[in-house]
């Protein structure tokens, strides 16, 4: 049976890119309601480490500019850190080449060759400050957050309904095809790092990578494929403090504040597309952004929100 509907667009997830995403259509002048399972500060979104950089996203020829148009928006949101959560923070990708990149990198400003790698000056997001600051800007644009459970997306009761739910759209798409890529982090208490380190091997389930916040340094990580356990290991934890502190020493005798683990959804292409279902209706899926939800977050949201059907059409 087919539900009555409106003409509110319902986003479906509220992590980092359904709250954008919610965001530019209100702000283009759409109702707007976000139906999220839970808060945002308890989704995949709030445990990110929240370096701008693309991580364990595909397809690349469309990941750099949805990243840059994000890098534009969030150079922007640093000039208000303590509100927004955006700041500019420098720091070196050990092992990164520019040859091994794609066309974007040469648009990143500042992004240079140094003989372990590549540095630049990106942006470091806090999340659960940015996440809540999202949250206000929808509201302030006349959107709604809405705590509720979707089993069925045919059953929202909207013309439109944008599908940002990231591993849940193995469920309300039936796309197997969407998979967890297991991260687990930890917090210490920063003993003076000021700056972002990242090593990674995308072949390698384990990196070494250490951002600071204004809460803690984050130490990461790992990218366990297929892996859903969102428990903390102890001895993974111990590993990626060894890992951080061959880099910094002073790491190792950092006090641990919180251990965290976030499940990224993982596809081998994110789906940004429009589908039509029975009488008229519309979905726009937006989902499978892997690791790099964050740094495509605005880029996505406007494709996305440029496919949403106009209703004076």
Known sequence: MIPETSDEVIVVGGGVVGLTTAVVLAEAGRRVAVWTREPAEETTSAVAGGLWWPYRIEPE??????????????????????????????????????????????????????????????????????????????????????????????????????????????????????????????????????????????????????????????????????DWSSEPDPDTAAEIIARCARVRPEIAGARVLAHKVGLRPYRDAVRLERQSLPGGRTVVHSYGHGGAGVTVAWGCAREAAGLVPDPAA
């Open 61 to 226: 020829r469309l990941v750099g500019a949805w990243a840059l148009e994000t890098l534009a928006v969030y150079e922007e949101l640093a000039e208000r850190p303590g509100e927004t959560g955006v700041r500019l923070v420098d720091g070196v990708h050990q092992g990164a080449r520019l040859d091994g990149l794609g066309d974007w990198a040469g648009r990143v400003p500042g992004l240079r060759a140094v003989p372990d790698g590549l540095a630049a000056r990106l942006p470091v997001i806090d999340m659960p400050t940015h996440l809540a600051w999202l949250r206000e800007r929808l509201v302030r644009a006349g959107g709604t957050v809405v705590l509720r459970e979707v089993a069925d997306l045919a059953e929202v009761p909207a013309d439109v309904v944008v599908n940002c739910s990231g591993l849940g759209a193995r469920s309300l798409a039936e796309d197997a095809s969407v998979r967890p890529v297991r991260g687990q982090l930890v917090v210490v208490e920063n003993p003076g790092v000021d700056t972002y380190y990242t090593s990674v091997d995308h072949s390698s389930p384990v990196a070494a990578y250490f951002i600071p916040q204004p809460y803690g340094l984050i130490l990461g990580g790992t990218a366990q494929e297929g």
